[in-house]
Structure formats: C-alpha cells, structure tokens
C-alpha cells in the first residue's frame, strides 16, 4: 500500500555550502522555511521533486519534508525539521575565558 | 608513506579537483558522493561535516595547532572531539575542504579512510606509553596496523566499515570488545604476543567481542589480520548492511567455524611475510620511546595541593596514575558543565598545544570519552599546567564524574539522528553538578540514534534518543562498563519524553547515593549487589511515562 501523503515542501542541502535550503513556487532555492512552496497534493510533490533532482547543481538529496500551513508561510511539520530549519538546539561553541572555579 | 605530506597533498589535490568538476556539473551528486565519503566529507543536517583521523589519538602541539587553524579559517572556531580519536569540523563549505585537507598533509594528518567500508581509524589506549601497569606501548603496533590498513587494496569494498583497537593495558581504556577486533597485548612466560578478540561492537546489536586467538606470537600480527579480514571480506554479508558486520558473521558461522577457516588462510599466508613487518615494528618502537622523564623533587606540587583547594579538586579528579614515579597523567576536560561535550576552541587547542609542550614533552592524546590528555606531566609542573588550563576555560575538575558525560552530536548536527543528545547532556550536567563530587565514579552516555556513537550501553547509565510518534523518547540502560570486563547495559523500561529524562536520571542519581553501601561502592557494584529492582523504581517513581 502506498504511504499517506503528508504535506511539506521541498528540501535539501546547498551544494556549495552544505546548508539547509528550501525550494519557492518560483524555483528558487532559499534559507527561509516560510518561503518554500508548501505543496498539498502527491502529484504536485512528485513534479517539483523531479525538477528540484535536475538541479543537482544547486541543491544536493531533495526529498519533500513535512511542513504545515503557518502565520507567516509553511513551517516545519517534525522536529527533525525544525532543528534543520533553525540549527543545532545547542549553543555551538564552548565557552572561552577563565574558569571562575 | 602515511606521513609524507606529499603524497597527502597529493590525495587533496586529487580532491580539489573532484570538487571542481562536482561544482561545475561535471560529476552529478552520485558520482561524487563516494569520492567525497573517501575524504571523510559527509553531508549532515546543516552543512558538510569533516571527519578527521588522529591516529591512536596520538597529538603533537603542531598538530593540535593545524587543527586549530582549519577550525579558526575554515570552520566555526571549533572542533568535535568523537568517541573514536577522531575531529569533526561542524561547518566546512565544500570548496574549502581541499585547502582543510592541504592544511592536515602538512602536518600529516588526513581524512582517508574515516568513512565507507574500510577499516578505520585505529584507535588505542590514550594513556599509551605512560599508564601504570602497562605490559607495552601499543602506538607501535597501531601504526604499524595503519600503515599496513591505510590503501590495502584487497580491503577497500569490505562488507561494512571495520574498526581495529589495540591496548597495551590490563586496563582496557581503549574498549577492545567494542570493536570489529581487538587487539590485548600480553605477556605470557615472557613473550610477548597478543590476545584477539573479534565481532564485538555496539549500534543495534551490541555484543563483546570473542577471543578468536588466545596468544597469537608477536611475529604473526600481520598475517594472522589479514587472514581475519580475508575471510570476513568474503564471508561478510554484502545482501543486508545490518547484518553485514563481523559480529553477525561471527554469530551465523560460529566463533570456531571461522576460527577454522582464518587459521586455513594464516597457515597459507603466514611465510609470505618474511620479517619486513617485523622490521618496521621494532623502527616504530624507536619512534614511539618515551620521552626523556625528568628527576625533580615534588614539593612544590605537595605545597600546592595544601594551599590551593581548587586545585587540589582538579588534581583529586583528574589525574591518572603514570608508570614513572613523579610523574603523571593529566586529563582536559571537554566537559564544562551546561558546554557541549568534546567541544574545543581554537584558541583552547592552542592553549593546549602550548601547555604540551611546556610541561607535557609536547604529547597529548585524544581520550574515547572526548577529552584531551597530557600523558606524561611532572608533579612540579601540575600547578602551572592548571593555572594554564584555568586560563584557557579547559579546567573543569570532573574527569570520570557524573558531569563528563559522553555524548554524541545527536540531532543538533548528524543526519542519522532520532533525537537530540547533546542538549540533554547539558541540562543533567547542570542538574548533577552539585552532587557530582559526592557521587564520585560514575558514568553516562548518551546517543542520539541506534548506531550507538555516544557508546550508551557502556554507560553505568545510557541514554538512546529514539523517536517515538513523531516526538523524542528516551530510553535508559543500566549497568554496562567498558573496559577488560566490558559489559553491555540492560534496558530498565519505557522510554521517557524529553522534558521527562532529566528529572529521570537525577531521581538514578539520587537512587545510588542511597544504596551503595559506602563511597567507595560503585554504581556497577551497587546494582550487582542490589539489583536494577530499586533503581528502576527510582526511574519511572513519578512519571506518567510515554511510551
Ligand atoms: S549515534 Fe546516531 S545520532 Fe549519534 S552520531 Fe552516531 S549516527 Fe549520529
């Protein structure tokens, strides 16, 4: 049986940069979740998902990642994403400095 | 070969100009992507991530400056110390990594090798050439095993990756049974040979390594390695990469079936080797000899111990005992507490670097618990070395307490993830620090996925991310060790919520200083005398548990 389609838009990582970008109605590809086609049907999925494979110049392994309606545009439907979507939970670098022991 | 930074420079120019073609279209992202694997490039959750090899964690100050330097230049000011004696760059931009790789070659360091179905990275014991009781240094043999390893072109497509350790300890630091094989070396009636263990490894299916050879004699290493691997190579299962270790392999034919057929290959391969290897062994004993240790008198380190408490916290919690008498072995907490574990600045690496060379004969090592090591230090020079490493945010006083916890990038960076790690470490860090000196010894680890890279079920306490209905769960195992006696923890119950763990595994803490008997009974021996029974009360006392 085929899987249920859930909702999403277009994911993937930058070629160059190696950081999470999200594909527009328009075919760009931008940082921005809220900006990315939020596509709501199998068929629309499988179209931008095969374009977004032909610019394997852009974009490196897209895959549609669930997303749902927000306020400002779709957002990320799984923590998963949302980690993708706004970076690592925890403040990257130590701390520098001396220790107050 | 290995060391000679042109032929490593070689291998980046090779790289940069794969990574030409691959950013001018040339090479679609399929062709690339092994190519990039085989220079320890992987693409993870927000940016390419570079894997690099510290072989046997074995770091010169020249090194750790050149790792500093890619960290500052190219990367985010940072470096991840791994569980394996590996560096992980967080956020390399893909044109960059060939000048990050002719950066390493001019130190001798590379990326070959830490991905794919090869054999990786040998580790070994971090306090080489320096811990108390040690039967010999194992450096020389892991070197040996790397340059042997490194290109062998029959093992380049194994069935899955292959991991080597090798410990020169009774005291088994560096996890043999965890590994594809490990490697004990051992004395018996005075010779010197090797006991070696096969199929042990964590991930999904944790097992200890078996003893595939008692006492193998010195002079048939080589041989008898690449009769295992031979045999494996060709045994190993390639139709279902989770069951494609040696470990599963071992458990379908049986230890003594493939006992049999490595001994058929070693008996056939074993006069093929005619003492070359032997050769470059005793070369590399020559490279690997102790440093001159210093004679001088130790009162200025009593004095200090009397006058300056913090410092006497420090030196109570991390050094190691050292074969040499006035001397010893000083352990660099990665782990400040609320920091990411195994986490190190550039400037911290320089710090270090400096402080290596200026009290540590200019050697440092990489542990397999994320933390760094001065492995031979005098007792004179402990007061300075601290008064350093407070300097540089690098004396957290928790070597081997609850706070050093083991932790994997989990879902804050690895792609694999299930669920975060490194945030859950922080916040029972914070939560256990005030009880940490009181408890004393004990262990938790903690991984963000089933590949077990946090090494959790070795923990007194483990820690699995997994997710469960689209949100994070954790479950907890009790009771597993590494070491000689390695042992693999049981799994107490259901998992718990993310906002549940914390308070969960501060309720265990608390649970222990309630049982043992005394401060000097461990976590290990409370739970063996007392059973898991009233900790996993402990555990699930108050939650309404989601499964
Ligand atoms: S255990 Fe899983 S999440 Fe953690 S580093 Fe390994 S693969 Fe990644």
Same mark, same amino acid.
């Given at each position: 049986?085929?899987?249920?389609?859930?909702?999403?838009?277009?994911?993937?990582?930058?070629?160059?940069?190696?950081?999470?970008?999200?594909?527009?109605?328009?075919?760009?590809?931008?940082?921005?979740?809220?900006?990315?086609?939020?596509?709501?049907?199998?068929?629309?999925?499988?179209?931008?998902?095969?374009?977004?494979?032909?610019?394997?110049?852009?974009?490196?392994?897209?895959?549609?990642?669930?997303?749902?309606?927000?306020?400002?545009?779709?957002?990320?439907?799984?923590?998963?994403?949302?980690?993708?979507?706004?970076?690592?939970?925890?403040?990257?670098?130590?701390?520098?400095?001396?220790?107050?022991? | 070969?290995?060391?000679?930074?042109?032929?490593?420079?070689?291998?980046?120019?090779?790289?940069?100009?794969?990574?030409?073609?691959?950013?001018?279209?040339?090479?679609?992202?399929?062709?690339?992507?092994?190519?990039?694997?085989?220079?320890?490039?992987?693409?993870?959750?927000?940016?390419?991530?570079?894997?690099?090899?510290?072989?046997?964690?074995?770091?010169?100050?020249?090194?750790?400056?050149?790792?500093?330097?890619?960290?500052?230049?190219?990367?985010?000011?940072?470096?991840?110390?791994?569980?394996?004696?590996?560096?992980?760059?967080?956020?390399?931009?893909?044109?960059?990594?060939?000048?990050?790789?002719?950066?390493?070659?001019?130190?001798?360091?590379?990326?070959?090798?830490?991905?794919?179905?090869?054999?990786?990275?040998?580790?070994?014991?971090?306090?080489?050439?320096?811990?108390?009781?040690?039967?010999?240094?194992?450096?020389?043999?892991?070197?040996?095993?790397?340059?042997?390893?490194?290109?062998?072109?029959?093992?380049?497509?194994?069935?899955?990756?292959?991991?080597?350790?090798?410990?020169?300890?009774?005291?088994?630091?560096?996890?043999?049974?965890?590994?594809?094989?490990?490697?004990?070396?051992?004395?018996?009636?005075?010779?010197?040979?090797?006991?070696?263990?096969?199929?042990?490894?964590?991930?999904?299916?944790?097992?200890?390594?078996?003893?595939?050879?008692?006492?193998?004699?010195?002079?048939?290493?080589?041989?008898?390695?690449?009769?295992?691997?031979?045999?494996?190579?060709?045994?190993?299962?390639?139709?279902?990469?989770?069951?494609?270790?040696?470990?599963?392999?071992?458990?379908?034919?049986?230890?003594?079936?493939?006992?049999?057929?490595?001994?058929?290959?070693?008996?056939?391969?074993?006069?093929?080797?005619?003492?070359?290897?032997?050769?470059?062994?005793?070369?590399?004993?020559?490279?690997?000899? +102790?440093? @001159?240790?210093?004679? %001088?008198?130790?009162?200025?380190?009593?004095? #200090? !111990?009397?006058? /300056?408490?913090?410092? $006497?916290?420090?030196?109570?919690?991390?050094?190691?005992?050292?074969?040499?008498?006035?001397?010893?072995?000083?352990?660099?907490?990665?782990?400040?507490?609320?920091?990411?574990?195994?986490?190190?600045?550039?400037?911290?690496?320089?710090?270090?670097?400096?402080?290596?060379?200026?009290?540590?004969?200019?050697?440092?090592?990489?542990?397999?618990?994320?933390?760094?090591?001065?492995?031979?230090?005098?007792?004179?020079?402990?007061?300075?070395?601290?008064?350093?490493?407070?300097?540089?945010?690098?004396?957290?006083?928790?070597?081997?307490?609850?706070?050093?916890?083991?932790?994997?990038?989990?879902?804050?960076?690895? +792609?694999? @993830?299930?669920?975060? %790690?490194?945030?859950?470490?922080?916040?029972? #860090? !914070?939560?256990? /620090?005030?009880?940490? $000196?009181?408890?004393?010894?004990?262990?938790?680890?903690?991984?963000?996925?089933?590949?077990?890279?946090?090494?959790?079920?070795?923990?007194?306490?483990?820690?699995?991310?997994?997710?469960?209905?689209?949100?994070?769960?954790?479950?907890?195992?009790?009771?597993?060790?590494?070491?000689?006696?390695?042992?693999?923890?049981?799994?107490?119950?259901?998992?718990?919520?993310?906002?549940?763990?914390?308070?969960?595994?501060?309720?265990?803490?608390?649970?222990?200083?309630?049982?043992?008997?005394?401060?000097?009974?461990?976590?290990?021996?409370?739970?063996?005398?007392?059973?898991?029974?009233?900790?996993?009360?402990?555990?699930?006392?108050?939650?309404?548990? %989601?499964?």
């Amino acid at each position: 049986m085929a899987k249920a389609f859930h909702p999403g838009f277009v994911s993937a990582n930058d070629l160059a940069t190696g950081r999470v970008i999200y594909r527009t109605a328009e075919g760009r590809w931008v940082q921005a979740p809220e900006q990315a086609e939020f596509i709501t049907d199998a068929g629309a999925a499988a179209a931008r998902l095969s374009a977004a494979e032909a610019e394997g110049h852009i974009a490196v392994g897209p895959y549609l990642a669930p997303a749902r309606p927000g306020l400002r545009g779709p957002e990320p439907a799984h923590f998963r994403e949302t980690f993708r979507a706004s970076g690592p939970s925890a403040p990257a670098r130590v701390s520098w400095g001396a220790d107050h022991a | 070969m290995l060391d000679d930074a042109a032929y490593l420079s070689r291998r980046a120019e090779e790289f940069r100009a794969q990574v030409a073609r691959r950013l001018d279209g040339s090479l679609t992202e399929e062709e690339f992507r092994p190519l990039r694997l085989m220079n320890g490039l992987y693409l993870q959750l927000h940016a390419y991530m570079l894997r690099v090899a510290l072989p046997y964690g074995t770091l010169t100050p020249a090194r750790l400056r050149a790792l500093a330097d890619i960290a500052e230049r190219w990367d985010k000011g940072y470096g991840h110390f791994t569980t394996r004696q590996n560096i992980q760059f967080n956020w390399p931009r893909l044109i960059d990594v060939p000048d990050m790789l002719d950066r390493l070659a001019e130190v001798g360091l590379h990326a070959i090798q830490t991905s794919g179905n090869t054999i990786r990275n040998v580790t070994a014991d971090p306090f080489a050439g320096a811990g108390a009781g040690e039967v010999a240094d194992p450096r020389p043999v892991a070197e040996l095993i790397r340059l042997w390893s490194t290109d062998h072109p029959e093992f380049q497509f194994l069935p899955r990756k292959f991991k080597i350790a090798v410990t020169g300890n009774a005291e088994d630091r560096a996890i043999t049974a965890a590994n594809d094989l490990g490697i004990r070396i051992t004395e018996r009636d005075g010779r010197r040979g090797y006991t070696v263990l096969a199929g042990g490894g964590l991930g999904r299916t944790p097992v200890v390594g078996q003893v595939l050879a008692d006492f193998l004699p010195e002079a048939d290493l080589l041989p008898y390695l690449e009769a295992v691997l031979g045999a494996y190579n060709l045994a190993g299962r390639r139709d279902n990469k989770y069951k494609a270790r040696i470990k599963i392999t071992l458990a379908e034919q049986g230890v003594e079936a493939f006992r049999a057929e490595v001994e058929r290959r070693f008996a056939a391969l074993r006069p093929a080797f005619r003492g070359a290897d032997r050769a470059v062994l005793a070369e590399l004993r020559v490279r690997f000899a +102790s440093p @001159a240790l210093r004679n %001088a008198p130790t009162d200025s380190y009593d004095a #200090a !111990r009397k006058a /300056d408490p913090v410092f $006497r916290a420090w030196a109570d919690t991390n050094l190691r005992a050292h074969r040499a008498p006035g001397h010893s072995i000083a352990i660099i907490s990665l782990k400040p507490v609320g920091g990411v574990p195994g986490d190190a600045t550039s400037a911290q690496m320089r710090a270090v670097a400096n402080l290596a060379e200026r009290y540590g004969y200019g050697d440092i090592r990489a542990g397999l618990d994320q933390n760094l090591i001065l492995p031979h230090v005098h007792l004179s020079d402990l007061p300075a070395l601290h008064a350093g490493l407070r300097a540089a945010g690098l004396a957290t006083a928790n070597a081997g307490l609850v706070t050093d916890i083991v932790s994997c990038p989990g879902m804050d960076y690895c +792609s694999l @993830a299930t669920a975060r %790690a490194i945030p859950v470490a922080q916040e029972i #860090a !914070r939560a256990l /620090d005030g009880i940490a $000196r009181e408890a004393g010894a004990l262990s938790i680890r903690i991984s963000g996925c089933i590949n077990a890279c946090g090494h959790h079920h070795l923990g007194d306490i483990g820690i699995l991310g997994l997710e469960k209905g689209g949100v994070e769960s954790y479950q907890v195992t009790l009771g597993g060790r590494p070491g000689t006696d390695m042992a693999i923890g049981t799994r107490a119950g259901p998992g718990f919520a993310a906002d549940e763990i914390v308070p969960a595994i501060a309720r265990l803490a608390g649970a222990y200083l309630a049982l043992r008997r005394d401060p000097g009974e461990a976590f290990s021996a409370t739970i063996a005398r007392t059973g898991p029974a009233p900790f996993i009360d402990a555990l699930y006392q108050e939650t309404a548990h %989601a499964l």
